[in-house]
């Protein structure tokens, strides 16, 4: 276990070195959410005047959207950066080391996290600014940071898993297409009882849609346990479903 | 060859953008890949902003719709051609990469025919795109208050627009020579659009970003589009929709013919 550790700090480490040496890898996945919360709190300003609408600021509703956002493309820009590994051979020279093969995954995963948790302070620190206030205190924060950190694992699993399968960018464009579809195909401009036609039924079941509640529960009101439920239990089972597509994606690398 | 049959200066000029045209368009058609995107994406967002908005049409400030599709029109004819004519300038900067660009302009060819002809793929996209939206949101409950006169002015005024963006990024691909600059500077057309009534009207915003959708040319061209969806045919409408992109297409074209003197001068 140790030595997975290890193996898996050493590549987390290496992967947030590059953030510092190849900014510009990495401050697009930082800049979009915060253009993201800029321009939706001030677009959409007046959506909080629709009868129903659960918070009087539109940055209280927009923020969260925009750290999930920001999260789960940290997650992918773990995945890029393993393609490029792939591409110019350094992947195939961490493979033929003694590494142990969850490092693989885990060392990604922790790197992700850390890109994650950029996201969720500077996108936070620009909402607030905007006006966005916390409802419940420091809770609303760590179901906030709960659910950024999740869907950073989803997406990490799920561009790892690609990464793998495909070798080369054409897994980027899939990687970004699918979880930016899976992520507007929720609540993430209006809340379910505003909403109306096609994309409520859509909404209704799509889990990332519970991972927005969570991300939210503390700036609509009280953090309560029937807004958080739901949102932990889908970053569990899309956690654990898309980290098992990377293990098997590596496996296949092997091959 | 007689002195009566040889072509004018206008006639030669005229067969020399027409033939760029042929090629320009030609090239769209071969790259679907290029611009489909700037298909789906404004339907797919026009979709999902009629259902997550479909209640705000009764919020102070917003114009008076039948329904946010009515609305919403607007923003995918100017988000798609946003999108869209991204593509001629990129088409354009790889002309410059490959070299091709430099044997046009070595040859006896017109300048102003060059840049025009390589603009009319994304001019014909550009109109080809309004006309599309409002066919596939039509079957939806679109209703276009201004009747078939005031579609043919929006595809006029997709035309306008997509020439005016395009003669933008022309500048820039002639400037750079390079495909990936032009394509770099997309997000600053996407940031354009967002501080824009583009999405959502002028009048329920506030403070800067009111500040900047007020000043921004996209808030006026996409009210131009809008008026004619959501209110009956009126010559302010037409006014706004064909003549604040045809100011800026004299600008922006103006502007790519200086780069491309600049960059002769250069050379």
């Known amino acids: 276990m140790s030595a997975t550790l290890s193996s898996a700090g050493g590549i987390a480490v290496r992967s947030v070195r590059n953030l510092l040496r190849l900014p510009s890898v990495f401050l697009p996945a930082l800049l979009m959410p915060t253009f993201q919360v800029v321009s939706f709190t001030g ?3 007046g959506v909080t005047e629709i009868p129903g609408f659960p918070t009087d600021h539109a940055a209280n509703w927009y923020l969260p959207l925009a750290v999930v956002m920001g999260c789960s493309f940290a997650g992918l820009g773990i995945g890029f950066t393993t393609i490029r590994d792939i591409e110019s051979g350094f992947y195939d020279r961490l493979r033929m080391s003694p590494a142990p093969r969850r490092s693989l995954l885990m060392g990604p995963l922790l790197a992700a996290w850390v890109r994650a948790v950029f996201a969720i302070v500077l996108v936070t620190i620009v909402g607030t600014l905007l006006g966005a206030r916390l409802t419940d205190g420091v809770l609303g924060l760590l179901t906030l940071a709960a659910a950024g950190i999740g869907i950073a694992t989803v997406g990490t699993g799920w561009a790892l898993g690609l990464a793998y399968r495909f070798r080369d960018m054409r897994a980027a464009a899939i990687m970004q297409l699918t979880l930016f579809f899976g992520l507007f195909l929720t609540d ?4 379910l009882n505003v909403m109306t036609g096609w994309l409520h039924g859509v909404a209704r079941i799509n889990p990332l849609t519970n ?4 991300a939210r529960t503390g700036f609509l009101g009280e953090v309560t346990w029937s807004d958080s439920w739901g949102g932990l239990v889908a970053i569990g089972v899309l956690g654990v479903l898309a980290m098992w597509f990377a293990r098997t994606g590596l496996n296949k690398l092997d091959d | 060859m007689t002195a009566a049959a040889l072509p004018t200066r206008r006639q030669s000029f005229l067969a020399q953008t027409l033939a760029m045209s042929k090629r320009a368009i030609i090239a769209v058609i071969r790259q679907p890949a290029m611009v ?15 259902s997550s908005f479909s209640k705000a049409i009764v919020i102070p400030g917003f114009p008076k719709v039948d ?4 609305f919403a029109l607007a923003g995918s004819i100017v988000q798609g051609i946003l999108f869209g004519s991204t593509v001629s300038a990129t088409a354009l900067a790889t002309d410059i990469e490959n070299g091709f660009f430099d044997r046009l302009l070595a040859s006896p060819t017109s300048r102003v025919s060059i840049l025009i002809g390589r603009l009319a793929g994304g001019m014909a996209y550009g109109g080809l795109q309004t006309l599309l939206f409002i066919l596939v949101l039509l079957p939806f409950g679109l209703t276009v208050q201004s009747g078939v006169v005031g579609v043919l002015v929006m595809i006029l005024g997709g035309i306008l627009v997509a020439l005016a963006v395009g003669g933008l990024m022309a500048a820039m691909a002639i400037k750079t020579g390079s495909s990936e600059a032009v394509q770099g500077a997309f997000p600053l057309l996407f940031i354009l659009l967002f501080f824009s009534s583009t999405f959502f009207p002028r009048e329920t915003m506030k403070g800067y970003h009111a500040a900047i959708a007020d000043v921004n040319p996209l808030s006026f061209i996409s009210e131009g589009f809008r008026s004619l969806t959501i209110e009956s045919l009126s010559a302010s409408a037409v006014a706004q929709t064909l003549l604040i992109p045809l100011g800026l297409t004299v600008l922006t074209v103006s502007l790519s013919l200086r780069t491309l003197r600049g960059r002769l001068d250069a050379s």
């Not at chain 2, 329904?67 to 009515?70: A, E, G, P, V």
């Open chain 1, 188 to 191: 993430a401009n209006s809340p």
């Open chain 2, 67 to 70: 329904s946010f599709l009515d």
């Open chain 1, 43 to 45: 677009t959409y300003r």
């Open chain 2, 36 to 50: 489909i995107p700037s298909l789906l994406f404004p339907l797919f967002f026009v979709a999902l902003g009629t």
């Open chain 1, 211 to 214: 991972i927005l509640r969570l």
